[in-house]
């Protein structure tokens, strides 16, 4: 007599977390193909990232036998230090105390649904934005409402009148290289989202994962350091300006909220990594950052030139793009007529993986995310001229 075999499937299909959007899923496994060129991937170049720093500041750690146990729960002391005083550089006054390590932005976003958003309550963002690719909110209960953008960021004009229709519990945005858009808030509209939310109470998550990665000039001033009344959450991370294999982010805000948070974070992993963390703040403390900084700013020019270049020459005329001051993204509108999620499987057959636009807004019938950071030189030459081939040939 054989034994009854257990049905997973019922299992699988009742966990309330959401599943990633199909397309998500397939990128996620496309992603570590041998024979894919990924022009929609979010992340640094092999060759870019810090594998030489990285291997003096190991030898370092092994010289001082770098703590194997458990951190405190808001992470190193050492780390939290050096981002006090990095944070200090970009005017943002952020104690020890008001910061917490976390393994990554998604980590932050997450403890901040759970542990800071009441069910059933509402969230604005940006839209499009990198949140709707992601379920951090969702899965938490939290009603996600998307705001309309311009070439200035957010059109705060417009804020007050969502305010008073939703009463949402927090304001997701990123004012700098937003994802996937790229666009950079104004200076001005900074100021007035700040007045907005001191008159209003509106707290705000500010995600700064890519005002590193300036290109042309500097961008403005950031939220957090126009926030005399601690309305504002600034989450910070080294995975898309140094390493994503690193998983270190933190959360600087009031320290109530920050204890909020260590206390569901270590009830989720009990703390990020701990050698991360040493050689994270040894990164800091021994002046990595800047020097890698600049390396990877020159390497970026060079090749977001190249891929405004190839575009120009491939699809002048039939598609439009935006010229990124910074960050990884270049936001590319598709003719009339041309779906984005079917380019994006008609590319995925011929060995192109890009992103099409309702990731980021499930209404978007117009837009592909084109990534010009991990890429080689030669494989984004090849990969947007069978992009601008499928798009002429629809």
């Not at 990594?273 to 994270?280: P, R, T």
């Not at 011929?350 to 309702?358: D, R």
């Amino acid at each position: 007599m054989s034994t009854p075999l257990l049905n997973w499937e019922d299992y699988v299909e009742s966990g309330h977390h959401y599943p990633n959007l199909p397309e998500v899923q397939i990128i996620n496994q496309s992603e570590y193909r041998c024979d894919i060129i990924r022009l929609g991937t979010g992340e640094l170049a092999q060759g870019l990232l810090p594998q030489s720093y990285f291997q003096k500041i190991y030898e370092k750690l092994a010289q001082h036998a770098p703590s194997l146990g458990y951190l405190e729960p808001l992470g190193s002391y050492k780390l939290r230090q050096a981002i006090s005083s990095y944070l200090a550089d970009q005017q943002i006054q952020a104690s020890p105390e008001s910061i917490i390590i976390v393994s990554g932005s998604l980590q932050a976003m997450q403890l901040i649904a759970m542990g800071l958003l009441p069910r059933k309550s509402s969230v604005l963002v940006e839209k499009p934005s990198y949140l709707y690719s992601i379920h951090a909110f969702q899965a938490a209960g939290v009603r996600m409402i998307g705001m309309p953008m311009d070439k200035e960021g957010l059109i705060t004009a417009e804020l007050g009148r969502y305010i008073r229709e939703n009463r949402p519990s927090l304001l997701y945005t990123i004012p700098t290289f937003q994802n996937p858009s790229g666009v950079v808030m104004s200076d001005k509209r900074r100021t007035e989202l700040i007045q907005t939310a001191e008159a209003t109470g509106l707290a705000i998550l500010e995600d700064h994962a890519y005002a590193e990665l300036w290109l042309d000039e500097k961008p403005p001033l950031s939220l957090k350091a126009r926030d005399p009344g601690s309305y504002v959450l600034h989450m910070g991370t080294l995975s898309k300006s140094v390493s994503p294999g690193l998983r270190i982010g933190w959360v600087a805000g009031p320290e109530t909220v920050i204890q909020r948070l260590a206390d569901i974070k270590m009830q989720t992993d009990y703390g990020a990594s701990s050698l991360a963390q040493e050689a994270a703040a040894l990164w800091f403390t021994e002046g990595y950052h800047d020097v890698h900084l600049a390396e990877v700013r020159e390497a970026l020019i060079r090749k977001r030139n190249l891929v405004l270049d190839l575009l120009a020459r491939n699809l002048a005329g039939a598609a439009e793009w935006n010229v990124p001051q910074g960050g990884f993204y270049i936001w590319l509108k598709l003719p009339n007529g041309t779906r984005p999620e079917i380019l994006f499987r008609r590319a995925l057959a011929e060995g192109v993986l890009l992103n099409p636009g309702s990731i980021y807004d499930r209404f978007d019938q117009d837009h592909i995310r084109l990534s010009f950071a991990y890429a080689s030189e030669t494989e984004l030459e090849l990969g947007i001229m069978t992009l601008a081939r499928l798009i002429l040939s629809k």
